[in-house]
Structure formats: C-alpha cells, structure tokens
C-alpha cells in the first residue's frame, strides 16, 4: 500500500494530515492543477478527522477536489457544500438483464435509436413525466421508494439502492421554490456533461463467487446509468452556500469556496435536509429512467427482464460511524465524486449482499472498461467507506474542446463496435476516451489498496450521452 500513499504532512493550520491515494503517474498528474492544495485547504477546516483524503481519480473540483472524502466530527465540525457538489447524488445504478449478447444481434442500431429517443438527455432537455408540486414534494422526501410505490417499478429496485431509495430526514420546505421549478419538468432525464446511459456486456468475471451473488454472468448485458438531481440539486446547493456565506462568512477559511456550516448548527442541519431531499429527487430519477428502459426493452424482447443489481451515491454527506482514534465514532462524513465501499456484514448493505460485501460501481469513460467491485473492511479503515467513482478527468473540457474532435471519436467508437448517440458533438468532444485517466490503471490502484475488489469488467456496445 505504501507506494499508493502519498502522505501531505501537517502544515500552515492543516488540523489533520493530507494522503493521496495514486501511482507515482497519477500523482504526477494533479501536482500542478491545484489538487494538493485543496486536500490541504480542506485538512484546515474545523473539526475533520483522521486525514483529509484524495483518491485515485482525483482532480481538481470546486472547493474539495473532485475524489475527495472527508470526515467531520458532530460537535466541532462543519458540513460544506462544496465538500458535496452541485449535483448532489450525482450516483450510477447498475441493472442487469436476462438477455446476452447475442440476443442484441442485428437489433444494436434499432435499439440505440429506441432508447435515446425515448429516454430525455442534454443540457435542459425536458421530460414527459410531468407532475404537479404537492407531488414534487413527496418525491423529494419519498425518494424512489415512492414512485414504486405509486407503480414505477418493483420493490427489489429500491431495496438495492444505496439508502434504499429514500434518504431520511429529507424536508421538502427547506428547498427552495426556484430549485422546485428548475427540477419539476426534468424527472427521468439524463442530463449533459458527463452523464450517461450506457449498454454494455459482461466480459471478464475476477470473483465468481461475488459474481454469482450479484447475478453476473459473462456475456450478459448491463446497462449503467449516471446522473443526478439535476436543476434542482444545482440550486439547492447555490442557495445553501449564500445562505452559509451571509450566516458565517468566509474570511477565516483557506478559500471562499469551502464555505460552512457547523453540522450541528440550524443552518448546518437544514443544508443536510434539503441535501437529502436533493438526493432522493435523484434516486427518483433513475427510477423513472428504469421504468421507460424496461419498456423499450420489452418491444424488443418481450421476455426480458431488467432488474436493479445497485445504485450507489456520489457527491452526498452523510452521518456514518467508523473507528477513529481507537474509538468508535459518528461522523459527518463528505464523498465529493467518491462512492461508498462498504465490506461484509454493515447493516446498511442490502440484506442479499451482506455475507460479500457492498457493491462498488466505476463507470470509465465513453468506449473503455467499467468495473463492478466489491466493498472491504479495508476501505472502512483508511478511506471511512470510500472508493473511486470513475476514471477522473486529465483534460479540461475547454482544453478537449479544442483538441477533439466530436467526429474523430465518434469514428473510433464504431471501430470498435460501440454505437453512441448524442445530441452534440461538442459533447463527444468534451468527454472522449483521451481526457480521462487510465480507467484499468484507478482500478488496479484501487484493488490493490484494497478499498474495493475487483468483481467484473463491462464493455460498452451501446453510449447515450447529452
């Protein structure tokens, strides 16, 4: 583990030390974008615990770095939107099908065509599923555990999310009328940047034994979904960081964009409940996208079945209890595009996966790999719970922008018999293969640290992106 631990000593008010967890390559990388120096800004807010820590995907983000986690205590600590994102519960859920690659033979381009036209994505792209506010609410405290309730799905799918669909203590009064209006028209949309739905296949089993207990087969097809809240997660986090600059200020911190709250203020809670409240309208979301999905899989192939193997979160904080100091402790923890990792028997792992362990899902980018892991003991120990959440990105997207061309990977993709679809080539641009990291790279890292384990390796066939 040592030549993956970067450790950033205690310096210039860091109240606990800085570790990057990356090859000596990826290390390299964000030396110069400002990374390190957010792993210490955040080493310097009140009451964090253990280490201020950076995974292997890390990058440069707003306030913490992107693949950023840290740990707050309830009493002396802060909770910090930036330390969540703007699109809060911007996580990935993972289905599996009955159906393998061969039965998509011949149907791939019919397919691709059915499921962007029927599934909304870009930037601002509107959704049929319309509904009124009384019932916005319900969803926002309800998450998708209410829209299977109402018929939108089956109870296994929320059973298999990360909280079950539904975080608690969510408050629908705390988000504003301006995020309500900017998420009520966009339930069951992807969205643009990097959000996306992806078909892929089974290609490579590491660990049959957590394979067959989470339904994997080699040859099957998948299908990976990453998106988030949307509008009205973006704005929920633009209010509550005026609101904390207004409450507290931000001279006494290393910089304005970490501004906070103490978690255990009134403002602190009331960003915590209209966080959670953000994040179930993202569950909800995914939710609504697996109804349609299950529908145009249907016309296809009236004898498929798609069910939820897990979503997980990203870009969430959240009141979890770990050893800290030789103690144990209930902490606030930040994951700011990290993933949760848990290993065997927590209790907040779904009851049919408790005896393995956590599933951990890493999207890589456009025509590369995906993995499914496993969560460990280990990344409870040096990580609270974390993994990666992706590849991490090398190239800005300006800087993509301007050396891509959306045609050229468009043409690479067919190469290698990956359709995509997308509404703008600019967009193909910004999040082609060559921006991001070494997706076999941040995973062997990974599983070597041991805060995940490799389960399986997917390869796309099919991308929709905004």
């Not at 970067?6 to 990356?22: D, F, K, S």
């Not at 807010?45 to 950023?68: N, T």
């Not at 629908?172 to 078909?199: P, Y």
């Not at 990290?338 to 956590?358: I, N, S």
């Amino acid at each position: 583990m040592k030549k993956y631990e970067n450790i950033i000593p205690m310096e210039n008010g860091m109240n606990v030390p800085g570790v990057v967890y990356a090859s000596k390559e990826l290390f390299d990388l964000v030396k110069d974008d400002k990374t390190i120096e957010q792993v210490k800004n955040v080493a310097r807010l009140p009451g964090i615990v253990g280490k201020s820590i950076a995974l292997p995907d890390c990058h440069r983000g707003y306030g913490f770095p992107i693949g950023g986690v840290a740990a707050f205590d309830l009493k002396k600590g802060v909770v910090s939107p930036g330390g969540v994102g703007y699109d809060i519960n911007c996580g990935v859920l993972l289905l599996k099908t009955n159906l393998t690659k061969k039965d998509l033979e011949k149907k791939e381009e019919k397919l691709a065509d059915a499921i962007h036209k029927k599934i909304p994505s870009g930037l601002g792209r509107g959704s049929p599923f319309q509904i009124t506010y009384p019932e916005l609410d319900r969803i926002l405290e309800g998450g998708s555990k209410y829209l299977v309730e109402k018929g939108y799905g089956v109870k296994e799918d929320y059973l298999l999310c990360e909280e079950e669909g539904c975080m608690k203590g969510a408050n629908a009064k705390l988000v504003s009328e301006r995020a309500k209006k900017r998420g009520i028209g966009q339930l069951g949309t992807i969205g643009a940047g990097n959000h996306f739905l992806d078909v892929l296949s089974v290609e490579e089993i590491f660990d049959k034994k957590t394979a067959e207990v989470y339904g994997l087969k080699k040859n099957q097809i998948v299908i990976l979904i990453h998106c988030g809240s949307r509008g009205l997660g973006h704005q929920v986090a633009s209010d509550y960081i005026k609101k904390m600059e207004e409450e507290y200020g931000t001279e006494s911190l290393p910089d304005r964009e970490l501004v906070c709250a103490p978690v255990n203020s009134k403002l602190g809670k009331e960003y915590l409940s209209a966080m959670a409240a953000a994040a179930n309208f993202a569950f909800a979301n995914k939710q609504i996208i697996t109804f349609w999905l299950r529908e145009v899989f249907k016309s296809f192939f009236p004898n498929s079945k798609i069910e939820f193997l897990y979503e997980v979160c990203h870009n969430i904080a959240k009141i979890e209890e770990y050893i800290v100091d030789g103690k144990k402790a209930k902490v606030c923890v930040h994951r700011k595009g990290a993933t949760r990792a848990y290993g065997k028997e927590r209790k907040e792992v779904p009851k049919k996966y408790r005896h393995v362990g956590q599933p951990v899902l890493i999207p890589g980018s456009m025509g590369t790999a995906s993995y499914v892991m496993v969560g460990t003991k280990k990344s409870e120990e040096i990580a609270f719970g974390s993994s990666v959440h992706g590849a991490g990105r090398k190239m800005s997207r300006t800087s993509a922008i301007k050396s891509i061309k959306g045609r050229d990977t468009k043409n690479k993709l067919l190469s290698k018999k990956i359709l995509i679809r997308s509404s703008s080539e600019r967009l193909i641009s910004e999040e082609s293969p060559e921006v991001y990291k070494d997706i076999d790279e941040v995973v062997k890292i990974v599983d070597e640290l041991g805060i995940s384990k490799k389960v399986a390796k997917l390869i796309p066939m099919m991308v929709i992106i905004g």
